[in-house]
Structure formats: C-alpha cells, structure tokens
C-alpha cells in the first residue's frame, strides 16, 4: 500500500514535533553519512568478492591439475603419497 503525500506530512509533523526544528537538519545529515558509508562499504565487499573470485578462477585455469597415474595409485596404497610430474608421452 503506497504512502500518499498527506501520510508522508503527517510523518514529517510528527517528526518535527517530537526532535524540533534545530535538531531536525541534523539527523537528517547524520543519516545521509551513514548511508554513503554503508553503500560504500557494501561496494567494497562486492569489489573485495569479485577480486577473491577471479583469483580462485585464475589458480583452476592454470592447468597445474594432475592427472594421477599408476605409480600414484601405487604409492597411495601403501599410505605414502609421493607427488610425481605426469609422464610425456
């Protein structure tokens, strides 16, 4: 349910009534700061997610990923794992 302007100058009658007028400017002010600063920090934490993204991304692209072969298989059995460079064929 939408608020109509004759709501929204009630609210605003209320409000002047219960902080007065000097006050009034002042949280409004107050509650300006604290807005940019929760935007700009939700900014910094998306920007921050998007950069630990890409990094994970770019470590699973470089194609460090190994191919286990026998010998691997081998050595896991016995509870040694020894990390070996896949032979070229």
Aim: negative net charge.
């Amino acid at each position: 349910m939408p608020m109509g302007g004759l709501e929204l100058v009630i609210i605003l009658v209320i409000i002047l009534l219960f902080f007065g007028a000097k006050r009034v400017p002042q949280l409004a002010k107050s509650f300006g700061i604290g807005a940019r600063e929760l935007k700009k920090a939700a900014s910094e934490d998306a920007d921050e997610g998007e950069t630990k993204e890409a990094a994970s991304n770019k470590d699973a692209d470089d194609g460090k990923t190994k191919t286990p072969t026998s010998e691997d298989h081998a050595s896991e059995q016995d509870g040694d794992r020894v990390e070996r460079e896949p032979r070229a064929q």
